[in-house]
């Protein structure tokens, strides 16, 4: 995965909190265009703003959407990750604590523009929830995977608006493969999401 890592702007300071502070506006006008009820005269006038500020965002492209400053983990930080990246409209975002016991947890509310069924969250976001907790879950135990298989089990639905808790841990490394569990509960404690995956480091080269 290392190779993934090179050739990436590094955002600090300012300039990660300014594009996280466009994100986050981006994020609230996402959830008021799925949920607005304005007429269709004054959603194609907005639409034509939004086309200029589009274009004065192209105005400058990155080849790679870029990274933040290293964090305590040691590791570069995905800030344009789609579930948490800070400075990604479309991620939640969810900010994740790790334990020294290789717990990661965090709370976390999923707005409308998650909806699957009428009030819940879609099925897909949870699992894309969860195959981020249980990746971090398994680099947590000292070596980083793509995720091989992912199961989730949608117990109960999830609700949408209310905090939500999401936990994982590895449960064994087996050679390459490392192996991990998390669920997701809602407000009254109860799982909504249990999920597992299997995740494979890359191989080693000779003399990498
Ligand atoms: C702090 C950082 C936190 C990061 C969190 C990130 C979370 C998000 C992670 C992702 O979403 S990753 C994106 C989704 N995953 C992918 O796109 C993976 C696509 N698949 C691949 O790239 C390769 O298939 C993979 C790297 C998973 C494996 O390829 P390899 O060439 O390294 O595997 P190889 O053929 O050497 O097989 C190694 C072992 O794994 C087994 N294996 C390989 N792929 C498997 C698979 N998909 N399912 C089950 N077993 C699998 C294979 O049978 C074998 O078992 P044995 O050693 O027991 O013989």
């Not at 964090?71 to 604590?97: C, W, Y």
């Amino acid at each position: 995965m290392r190779e993934a890592f090179v050739d990436r702007d590094i955002l600090t300071g300012d300039d990660e909190a300014g594009m996280a502070a466009l994100a986050a506006e981006v994020r609230a006008l996402t959830e008021a265009v799925v949920r607005t009820g304005v007429a269709s005269a004054e959603a194609a006038s907005v639409a034509a703003e939004v086309a200029a500020l589009t274009a004065r965002l192209k105005a400058t492209r990155r080849v790679h959407p870029p990274y933040g400053t290293v964090g305590e983990s040691g590791m570069e930080r995905q800030i344009a990750n789609p579930v948490t990246g800070h400075l990604n409209p479309i991620a939640p975002p969810v900010d994740f604590k790790v334990s020294e016991e290789g717990i990661v947890r965090a709370e976390f509310t999923l707005p409308t523009v998650y909806e699957g069924p009428p009030t819940f969250v879609h099925g897909g976001v949870s699992a894309m929830i969860m195959d981020q907790v249980l990746g971090m879950a398994a680099a947590a135990t000292g070596t980083a995977g793509m995720t091989a298989t992912l199961e989730t089990r949608y117990r109960r639905p999830t609700p949408l608006g209310v905090p939500l808790t999401v936990e994982a841990k590895a449960s064994r490394v087996e050679g390459r493969k490392i192996y991990a569990d998390g669920t997701i509960c809602g407000p009254d404690g109860r799982v909504t999401v249990e999920a597992s995956a299997m995740f494979i480091a890359p191989q080693t080269r000779p003399g990498a």
